[in-house]
Each structure stands twice: as structure tokens, then as C-alpha cells.
């Protein structure tokens, strides 16, 4: 605006002839000037924005009781923006079958294939056991391979479902967990830390341990293979959950099983969350392996374990055993919706004990939810195997490395050490400024992020243009100043 008002006074003071010609040059300059400074200054407001972000924990705000319900009551999932803290209609956690349903009209590139579920009666899958007989995988696409279909059938076994999650079905249990029936994040500030994915593994860490807490069952990586020491026999009945010895002493982080609703999934998220959303690196590289993936579940167990006993000493590198732990107060504190338990859930749930198979459900015949604060107490963690014999179960390499990297290419799927070679350090933008970015540009109605409220549209898409010198966002072509650069320059 100032520059608008010079320009009009040099205007005005040459058409009355008491003043000098403002020159093309002057305006040119004003304009560069006005230009840099005002970039300087929004991205400082970013920052300040920042401090609005650690506060809220999130990029939404849920309305008061006393506002009206959306409009947009039938949707599945909605902005929280948009709903009320009571209870909507058709408004809960999708079921497998509904997080992994194919659309009529999808079709598959000359020379693949759907692969389709295999889905057996809970009657075979959950009875008696508190881990569901239920396998979960994970691929960019639904579209297979001849030799990665013949791969997957090595899960195909007599009494196991088996899901295969895409991106869409990964993106709709997002979408939940940041923002489900209640307008509450499955762990407080999950929604901040995951706009900053940028890495398909990253992707894949998030999602593991919300799927197996929600619903229970084995985890596994789409290019593991049983071997032949591998028996479903190794998880009892009463086996709460169920990890091998990595090969480098901690708990597996590319196979593992679960009960329903076991806290240890929630230390896991809570500390990918802190780690990823705290980290100063570069938001196109995520680290997964520090991060959100084998580390995130080392210091994980660790507070998991402390929960239960503040005295525990371990380091994380675990031997064979059966180790106890609990929630603990402290990430109680992150789960806002256990208040909801008893103002919500009791009176219309049938709530049953811990690893009871997934067979907890409300009246409405859906999965229940929220357990109660007790059902997260003393849980036990098995670990199996030792650092030298955990190559005999499972075989990491099963796919083969022609057939992976065929399978890969196809799906546009990448390894995310390669984003170390594309992004360069120079100008970096972090997670905390990314999530502050879409905080802000999700308020702004003139922004193309504007209300968007699906996690992956706020995902990060930068990339380095040298001839700018900076981070450009290829959905706006907006150069990003990092606030490294704002604050050396003030």
C-alpha cells in the first residue's frame, strides 16, 4: 500500500508541477524493494504462526457444541471445520473391506492385475486369539505383476485374510486418524507431522502402526517372504503382541503383530511424530529409518516400557523374552479422546477386555474405537529369535531384486535414499515451517490450499530451482524463503 501511495503523490506532484517526474527507474526500484520485503515479512509471520501451531497441535479446530452440525453430514470423512463434537451420522472408522474396496470402473495397465483380498470369516480369523489372523500389506498400487502376485500368494495361508492397501486406502485411514467421528487426532498433533510425508516409507512407517492398532493383525513388508522355520504357531492365543530380533539387536520393525488397541503402536506414532515433526532436516528427506521407522520403535519400547516401571534401563536392543509395559500418563496427555470413553462410549458400546481378537464392537456392529484408560494397562510385548536367527523366518529379500525393481518402476515407487541425491541442503525448508505454510494457506482463501482437508493434498511438493536459488511449491510456483534465511537477514 505504501508503494501505491508514492506512486500516486509522484503522480499527483507532476500533474500539478510542483514536484520532480517520478522515473521508471525510482518505481522499478520501490517495487523490488516492497516485493523482497514483504516475502521477508510473511515468512516471518509463518514463523510467529508457529508458535499458534505448538499450541494447537493441529491444523484443525473442532467447533463449539453450541455451533451447528455441517451440512455435510453423510460424509465419510470432513473437515474439522466442518463438524460438531457430537457424534455424526455414518461418521466412524472405516472398515477393512471399506479402506480397501476397489472402484467399479479400476483397471490395470497390458500385463497386470488386481490383486483381490483374500477375506475369511472373523469366525476362523479372531476366534481365540488376541492377535487376528488378518495380514496387512502395503503397495502404491492395487495393480500387480504377474511374479509380485505369485509373491504376495506366499501369505495366501489356510486361515489368514489378506489385505493389500494401496494409497488410496492408506490416505482414508489418514484421514481418520487425524480427524475421526469425534474431531480428535489418534495421537495429539499427528495431523502437523504428517503433512511433512514426503517419502513413500515415511508413507508406510505412519500407517503400520495405525492399522495394527485400529484393527489388529500381522504386519509385513510386500517383498518379505515366510521361510521355512516361519509358523503361525509362533503367536499363541495369548500373545499380545509379537516382534523378531533384527539384525541389529531391536525389535523388527518390517514384520510384526498385534492385538487390537496395544499402547506400544501409540508410543511408536507418538515418538515418529516427535521426531519427524522436530527435526530440522530438509522436509523432502524424512529419514524414515531415524525418524518414524526402526528408531521410532526402539525409543518407542523404551517408553513404553518405562510407562509401566520409570526404573527400566534397557537401551532398546532386546534379547528373546516377554517384556511388560503400559500408556503411562505421559502420552495419555496426547490422547484426548480416552475423556470420550466415559462420556461417549458407555452408554452404547459393549466394551469387553483387552485382545479380544478385534471383536469388540459397538451396537451399530462396528469396531470399537475407543477402549477404556484400563484396557491400556499392563500389556505385554513378545520378542523372538535373536539377532542371528532372525534371517530363518523371514526372508527379507523374497521378491528377488529383478522382480522388485520392475515392480517399483511400474508403480512409480522410489527408495527414499534417493531423495538424498535430489534435494539438495541449500535453502531447506523444514517440517515446522512446512506444517506452519499449509496452516496458514489452508486459512486463506485466495491460496490453492484453501480448506483442503485430505491429508495428502497438503503433502510437501517442493523442488530446488537453481536459477531462483530457492525451494519453489510446484502446486503454486511460490519460491519458499527458509526461515534460516529470514532470520540471518534480520
Known amino acids: 500500500m505504501w508503494l501505491i501511495e508514492k506512486i500516486k503523490r509522484g ?39 508457529m508458535d499458534e501451531c505448538n499450541q494447537s497441535s493441529t491444523l484443525w ?6 455451533e451447528d452440525a455441517s451440512s455435510e453430514q453423510n460424509s465419510i470423512i470432513l473437515p474439522k471445520s466442518e463438524i460438531s463434537t457430537q457424534l455424526l451420522p455414518m461418521r466412524r472408522l472405516p472398515t477393512l473391506e471399506e479402506l480397501t474396496s476397489i472402484p467399479a470402473n479400476f483397471s490395470c495397465p497390458e500385463g497386470y492385475f488386481i490383486f483381490e483380498n483374500i477375506v475369511l470369516p472373523q469366525s476362523v480369523t479372531h476366534a481365540n486369539y488376541k492377535i487376528p489372523k488378518v495380514i496387512h500389506m502395503t503397495a502404491k498400487s492395487r495393480c500387480v505383476s504377474d511374479a509380485l502376485n505369485k509373491h504376495l500368494s ?40 504428517m503433512t511433512c510425508i514426503s517419502s513413500g516409507a515415511t508413507m508406510s512407517d505412519v500407517w503400520r502402526y495405525a492399522v495394527v492398532y485400529h484393527f489388529g493383525g500381522i ?84 517408553q513404553f516400557m518405562r510407562a509401566l516401571d520409570p526404573n527400566t534401563t534397557t537401551n532398546g536392543y532386546l534379547e528373546q523374552g516377554i517384556y511388560h509395559g503400559a500408556l503411562g500418563s505421559e502420552l495419555e496427555s496426547e490422547l484426548p479422546w480416552l475423556s470420550l470413553q466415559n462420556s461417549h462410549d458407555e452408554s452404547n458400546t459393549n466394551i469387553s477386555s483387552a485382545g479380544d481378537g478385534g471383536l469388540n464392537m459397538d451396537k451399530s456392529g462396528y469396531h470399537n474405537e475407543y477402549p477404556p484408560v484400563s484396557e491400556f494397562s499392563n500389556r505385554t510385548v513378545t520378542v523372538h529369535g535373536s539377532k542371528k536367527s532372525s534371517k530363518y523366518f523371514i526372508n527379507r529379500s523374497a521378491l528377488g531384486a529383478r522382480n522388485k525393481n520392475e515392480a517399483w518402476e511400474k508403480m512409480n515407487m522410489t527408495h527414499y535414499a534417493f531423495n538424498r541425491r535430489e534435494h539438495t541442503g541449500k535453502n531447506k525448508i523444514t517440517c515446522q515451517q512446512h506444517a506452519s505454510r499449509m496452516m ?39 519460491a519458499i524463503i527458509p526461515w534460516k534465511t529470514v532470520t540471518t537477514r534480520q
Not at 16 to 35: E, K, P
Not at 159 to 183: E, M, N, P, Q, T
Not at 444 to 471: G, V
Open 11 to 49: 503522480q499527483r506532484r507532476d500533474k500539478d508541477g510542483n514536484g520532480t517526474h517520478v522515473s521508471i527507474f525510482r518505481l522499478f526500484f520501490l517495487a523490488v524493494a516492497s516485493t523482497t520485503i514483504s516475502c521477508l515479512i510473511f515468512s516471518d509471520l509463518w514463523r510467529k504462526k
Open 61 to 66: 479446530s473442532p467447533k463449539t457444541n453450541d
Open 154 to 193: 506366499k501369505w495366501k495361508l489356510s486361515d489368514h485374510s489378506v489385505y493389500l492397501h494401496d494409497d488410496a486406502a492408506v490416505h482414508k485411514l489418514f484421514d481418520y486418524i487425524i480427524d475421526d467421528r469425534y474431531g480428535y487426532e489418534l495421537v495429539q498433533g499427528l495431523s502437523l507431522m
Open 219 to 302: 504386519y509385513t513388508d510386500i517383498d518379505n517372504g515366510p521361510r521355512q522355520n516361519y509358523n503361525t504357531e509362533l503367536i499363541s492365543p495369548e500373545t499380545d503382541s509379537f516382534f523378531f530380533v533384527e539384525t541389529i539387536g531391536t525389535m523388527s520393525q518390517y514384520y510384526f503383530a498385534s492385538s487390537p488397541h496395544h499402547p506400544v503402536m501409540l508410543h511408536f506414532l507418538a515418538n515418529a511424530k516427535t521426531y519427524l515433526y522436530r527435526s530440522n532436516a530438509n522436509v523432502m528427506i524424512n529419514n524414515p529409518a531415524v525418524n518414524t521407522g526402526p528408531g521410532a520403535v526402539k525409543r518407542g519400547m523404551i
Open 440 to 478: 496458514v494457506l489452508r486459512a486463506t482463501n485466495t491460496s490453492f490450499y484453501y480448506n483442503k482437508s485430505r491429508i495428502a493434498d497438503l503433502f510437501p511438493r517442493y523442488e530446488y530451482e537453481y536459477n531462483r536459488s530457492y525451494y519453489v511449491d510446484l502446486n503454486t510456483n511460490d
